[in-house]
């Protein structure tokens, strides 16, 4: 059976800036119950993977409904220097970001629409690097191995604040879901998973006053992974999506 965006739920991903112009990104899953189904939607062959209740996959993603989590594979890229970026994709700015991953921006916001994320929807980003971003509230968390000890961190431990002398303020993300443009959905063209830096066109961004500053955000030293050592990146979405 073909489990597919249904039309109010395409209404919602152009309100996040992906329908993808995709006329109307269709997804090619295993009967999944709890998930919306439409059968006039044209299909793109994205295939919707079931591993496991509520746990589904597509491509380097997996989604686990009950956890409210959204995760991929990523690589430790850098371990000293300026960085504007988290996450990019292996094809993105990756001399400005601390991880790459071969995941697909699309596919990520996939998965976060399934979870019922909004994103900035029609929104504009505020100029003032004071003012609130637009979108959905998350966590991020970063593991890896080290023999058998498994790692944790919340991604802002990874990251060192120049300005404060000490690493990233402990807090939440905005999901802002990136933007829809002439030449396509610009996280995809771009590879800008998460942002430290104001950049609409990435998935998340970084709400620190700090934002607003390219040369404020350096890799922490401190605890980091071993330097090319895969990882793995989890955002949580918050049980109650905010748009501002």
């Known amino acids: 059976m073909l489990t597919l965006l249904t039309d109010s739920f395409a209404r919602l991903a152009c309100g996040s800036f992906l329908a993808m112009r995709l006329a109307g990104l269709s997804l090619v899953a295993q009967e999944t119950p709890g998930l919306p189904v439409a059968p006039d939607v044209p299909s793109t062959n994205l295939l919707i993977k079931s591993v496991g209740p509520g746990q589904f996959e597509i491509g380097l993603v997996r989604l686990d409904k009950r956890e409210r989590t959204v995760s991929f594979p990523a690589v430790m890229h850098m371990n000293e220097a300026t960085i504007e970026y988290l996450v990019v994709t292996s094809t993105g700015k990756t001399h400005e970001s601390l991880l790459r991953t071969d995941a697909q921006p699309h596919h ?129 979405l918050a049980a109650t999506p905010v748009v501002k």
């Open 108 to 236: 990520l916001h996939v998965a976060m629409l399934l979870l019922g994320a909004i994103g900035a929807g029609t929104n504009s980003f505020p100029e003032g690097p004071r003012q609130l971003l637009p979108g959905d509230t998350v966590t991020i968390e970063v593991t890896w191995t080290i023999g058998r000890r498994q790692m944790r961190r919340r991604a802002e431990e990874l990251v060192y604040n120049r300005r404060t002398k000490s690493a990233m303020s402990r807090g939440d993300w905005v999901y802002n879901g990136s933007r829809l443009l002439d030449g396509g959905f610009a996280a995809q063209r771009d590879g800008s998973i998460v942002s430290l830096i104001t950049d609409p066109d990435a998935l998340v961004n970084n709400p620190r006053p700090d934002r607003g500053n390219d040369d404020n955000w350096t890799v922490n030293k401190t605890g980091l992974p071993p330097l090319n050592s895969p990882v793995r990146v989890t955002l949580r």
